[in-house]
Structures are given as C-alpha cells and as structure tokens.
Nanobody
Framework: QVQLMESGGGLVRPGGSLRLSCTVS????????SAWYRQAPGKERELVAA???????NYGDSMEARFTISRDNRKNMMYLDMNFLQPEDTAIYYC??????????????????????WGQGTQVTVSS
C-alpha cells in the first residue's frame, strides 16, 4: 500500500510562484515513476508532469514552460515548482504513483486514473 500526501498549496497572486511537495510512503520499490495532475472546477483531471526515479521527465501539454517537476529519492519526495502562475492554473493538484507505469506512460492510455495511488490533493488558487 502506497500513501501520498501533498502540501504547499495556497493563494497566490497572478505572476507568483509556489512549490508543491508530495511525500511518498508505504510499500513501494525504489524505482517508481510518479506524477502531478491537476483538476480545475468543472474540468477533467489533467497531467501536469511525470518523473522517473532517474529524473527523466514528461510534461503535459503546455506545462513545461512554467512548471518544473523534480524528486528527492532519498527522502521519497516529489516536487512541483510553479512559476508565473495565472488564474487558469487554479486547481486541486494531486500526486500519483502507479508502480506499473513508466514516466513516459503518463499522458497515454496506459495511465489509468483508476489504478495506482492518489494523494488527497492540495488547492492552488491564483487570484488578485
């Protein structure tokens, strides 16, 4: 069983920055891939970025310009640095782990949202 916990969300003004963190705990091998998703009100959940244990990354559409995913394997932590935030970035941000997936599987049909583990999410609100 894998447990995920996100933190770092909050209210930020347009143009601001935030760093989200995800703590991964439980029974999981070390070479897992992990990902950040977000879900805005009234919209489907979408991939922000995924990362392998070796640091290879895979970003969702239009995400790479302002968002950076990273992880610290020793601490079992994953991060999302978000810059130049805009109101349309307002969403609940979730971290996800599915040991069966490679980082490159995220964003494809292999990434079944009904499988793997999700955190409870952290709210990011961008507003003046």
């Amino acid at each position: 069983q894998v447990q995920l916990m996100e933190s770092g969300g909050g209210l930020v003004r347009p143009g601001g920055s935030l760093r989200l963190s995800c703590t991964v705990s439980g029974s999981i091998r070390s070479n897992y891939a992990s990902a950040w998703y977000r879900q805005a009100p009234g919209k489907e959940r979408e991939l922000v970025a995924a990362i392998s244990s070796g640091g290879s990354t895979n970003y969702g559409d239009s995400m790479e310009a302002r968002f950076t995913i990273s992880r610290d394997n020793r601490k079992n932590m994953m991060y999302l640095d978000m810059n130049f935030l805009q109101p349309e970035d307002t969403a609940i941000y979730y971290c996800h782990v599915d040991p069966r997936l490679r980082y490159s599987d995220y964003g494809s049909r292999k990434a079944d949202p009904n499988r793997g583990s999700w955190g409870q999410g952290t709210q990011v609100t961008v507003s003046s």
